[in-house]
């Protein structure tokens, strides 16, 4: 018998990603996201409890719009910004502290903790993280990044965040680089409120665009909810057609699935409806909505295009990338050993076991 909540087969994707309650999806959420027709979904710990709960909950959202290949997002960062945590799952070491390791062993155990996240993720069906963080927080920003991020100086920040990349990548997970062109300089947490930053572009391009330049060529990206004075003063990134198409697709060169940061965040004026609009309009591909209100998904519903023909593109790509660097051959207990010592020989404990 046909599932009654299902997409109709052929429907062309809204471009959002969406969070739903709980653990499971009532009989009215299924009504409402086949209805809705996002492109994919993304998890948190509310919704997380157990890997065979998880597999469930991921199968039933696939289900629900009728598209087995949706893209199923997850913040696993490690450290405080960890989705998916003990006793079920392995708690991994900040960016900040395995960045702290000496050179080669920080970006072997980048690569390592990044394989075993996509293990992880792999097992429970999720296909995308928001990993790596490649901003770099100067002296006097806000915690928000703090030790989310790798480093301070361009050139190490961009190694180590491209081993987290091709670890993601090697165990079949989309990394998306973040937060794009570079949240380091925000003095104010954009989950509250609108952080300026009055940098001129020419030290923007030198530092904080430069990480971003070398990984230009990663499947997905995250926007930043920041204005930068020296190249849009109207509005934040997320919300400006100039940052994106000038800096993002421009200086950067950044061709790969754009999503927004969390359309939820404070960083963002007026209604909810009208921050889709508009950052659809700059040249997001897709918009992010994290935490579930019915209220706030129906307006974003009601403004939300379908995706473009160059959206679609872009996501095709980015899952013949995933597809394509997926290596069968993963030894978890042999990588599990060899990411322990590592940890170990830099006096790193910061480990959870299931």
């Not at 960045?99 to 996240?117: H, K, N, T, Y």
């Not at 930068?228 to 993002?248: C, F, G, M, N, W």
């Not at 995706?307 to 042999?334: G, K």
Request: hydrophobic residues 45%.
């Amino acid at each position: 018998m046909p599932d009654e909540t299902a997409a109709a087969p052929g429907k062309t994707p809204r471009a959002i990603i969406l969070g739903c309650a709980a653990e499971q999806l009532s009989a009215d959420e299924r009504r409402f996201f086949a209805a809705a027709a996002p492109v994919g979904f993304i998890l948190f710990q509310r919704n997380c409890r157990s890997p065979e709960q998880v597999r469930e909950l991921v199968a039933a959202l696939r289900g629900v719009i009728g598209r087995s290949d949706a893209p199923i997002l997850i913040d696993q960062e490690g450290g405080r910004v960890a989705r998916l945590r003990p006793p079920s799952w392995r708690l991994y070491p900040s960016a900040g502290r395995l960045g702290s390791l000496p050179d080669p062993r920080a970006e072997v155990a980048v690569r390592l903790g990044a394989r075993l996240m996509a293990d992880d993720l792999g097992n429970l069906g999720i296909t995308v993280d928001c990993l790596p963080v490649v901003d770099m927080p100067v002296a006097g920003a806000d915690p928000v990044i703090g030790d989310r991020a790798y480093g301070t100086e361009p050139n190490r920040v961009t190694n180590l965040a491209r081993a987290a990349c091709e670890g993601l990548l090697e165990g079949g997970v989309l990394p998306v680089v973040k937060h794009i062109p570079g949240h380091g300089r925000a003095r104010v947490d954009s989950h509250h409120a609108c952080p300026i930053v009055e940098t001129a572009i020419e030290e923007l391009s030198r530092s904080d665009f430069a990480p971003f330049q070398a990984l230009a060529a990663m499947p997905w990206a995250m926007s930043a909810h920041i204005v930068y004075r020296a190249i849009d003063p109207t509005a934040p990134a997320t919300l400006s057609r100039q940052v994106i198409s000038e800096v993002i697709r421009g200086v950067i060169g950044f061709d790969g699935v754009l999503i927004s940061d969390d359309l939820s965040m404070h960083a963002l004026g007026g209604e909810i409806a009208e921050r889709a609009e508009r950052a659809l309009a700059a040249g997001c591909d897709l918009v992010l909505h994290c935490n579930g209100d019915r209220g706030e998904m129906e307006a974003i519903i009601a403004a939300a295009q379908p995706i473009s023909a160059c959206t679609v593109e872009r996501l095709a790509r980015a899952e013949a990338m995933r597809r394509r660097s997926a290596s069968r051959r993963f030894d978890r207990r042999e990588a599990e050993a060899q990411f322990e010592a590592l940890l170990a020989g830099g006096r790193i404990s910061e480990l959870g076991t299931p």
